[in-house]
T-cell receptor, first 117, second 112 residues
Framework: NAGVTQTPKFRVLKTGQSMTLLCAQD?????MYWYRQDPGMGLRLIHY???????AKGEVPDGYNVSRLKKQNFLLGLESAAPSQTSVYFC????????????????FGPGTRLTVL | QKEVEQDPGPLSVPEGAIVSLNCTYS??????FMWYRQYSRKGPELLMY????GNKEDGRFTAQVDKSSKYISLFIRDSQPSDSATYLC????????????FGAGTTVTVRA
């Protein structure tokens, strides 16, 4: 049981390049999230998914796209990277069966450190 | 103005001291409050949660909520070097709202 894994762990891009971050979970969780974490800003929700084939925008969705074709995978795409997207990206998943967000643990991946030059 | 404000610190205390962390918030609809702990270069993990106002204790950790002041606190008693981490508060307006609002996180170092 690997939990939540993220690929890659580190990446350096040039402005305008594109890339895809992969999140995978083996816990059969329904909900998955993509956050970015910046100094002094905390975790900000980019996009999320409440089930296979569904996606929704979070707090800071501009410049990102996502897809959830398989329940266990949640992909985050940057079509044309900008320096403002330099950040640490975290994926999280949650079973969300109890209906109690405060007790259902969000399981976070180890993060992807992205630098855009 | 951010919905959730948290002093990023850093906070440095000697081993055995009491660590006091807090967050303020502006959205009066928040009812569910959580504290996450994040070790360096790791993802956050749920530490404690509370509902509405009051106190909750779990071992060396105590969480307090004062909804009238829109203020929540986390206290760590008898702090240990292993408590060195970033602590993030998180909040939700409804029990089934899984989109949490996070504070910026406070970095704590406990010196041996």
């Amino acid at each position: 049981n690997a939990g939540v894994t993220q690929t890659p762990k580190f990446r350096v891009l040039k402005t305008g390049q594109s890339m895809t971050l992969l999140c995978a979970q083996d816990m059969n969780h329904e909900y998955m999230y993509w956050y970015r974490q910046d100094p002094g800003m905390g975790l900000r929700l980019i996009h999320y998914s409440v089930g296979e084939g569904t996606t929704a925008k979070g707090e800071v969705p501009d410049g990102y796209n996502v897809s959830r074709l398989k329940k266990q995978n949640f992909l985050l795409g940057l079509e044309s990277a900008a320096p403002s997207q330099t950040s640490v990206y975290f994926c999280a998943s949650i079973q969300a069966t109890s209906g109690r967000a405060y007790t259902d643990t969000q399981y976070f991946g180890p993060g992807t450190r992205l630098t855009v030059l | 103005q951010k919905e959730v404000e948290q002093d990023p610190g850093p906070l440095s205390v000697p081993e055995g001291a009491i660590v006091s962390l807090n967050c303020t918030y502006s959205n009066s609809a928040f009812q569910y409050f959580m504290w996450y702990r994040q070790y360096s270069r790791k993802g956050p993990e749920l530490l404690m949660y509370t509902y509405s106002s009051g106190n909750k204790e779990d071992g060396r950790f105590t969480a307090q909520v004062d909804k009238s002041s829109k203020y929540i606190s986390l206290f760590i008693r008898d702090s240990q070097p292993s408590d060195s981490a970033t602590y993030l508060c998180a909040m939700s307006p409804r029990s089934n709202d899984y989109k949490l609002s996070f504070g910026a996180g406070t970095t704590v170092t406990v010196r041996a």
